[in-house]
């Protein structure tokens, strides 16, 4: 059974408090998801720290019944990854 972006976001909020998370269901299948992840506990991380943080917060549904997540993270008030401020 596929995961809900609702329960994507659950999971990443619940471990980065005061995170704002943006789900979008690339395929519309519930199983490919892009999540654009904004958190005042990324600063100071690298870009992999960043990533395994949320990563972490999916308690290893990725690979089962979250199939493929396209993860962009920024710290309040910066650029998005990828994109010129």
Do not use: C
Request: charged fraction near 10%; proline fraction near 5%; hydrophobic fraction near 50%.
């Amino acid at each position: 059974m596929p995961m809900a972006a609702s329960e994507i976001e659950a999971a990443i909020v619940a471990a980065l408090p005061g995170a704002v998370v943006t789900i979008t269901d690339l395929a519309g299948d519930g199983d490919h998801y892009r999540a654009h992840v904004v958190a005042a506990g990324f600063a100071g991380l690298s870009r992999v720290k960043q990533h395994q943080l949320v990563y972490n917060a999916l308690s290893g549904r990725m690979g089962g019944v979250l199939h493929a997540l396209q993860l962009t993270t920024a710290v309040p008030g910066t650029a998005p990854e990828g994109v010129s401020a």
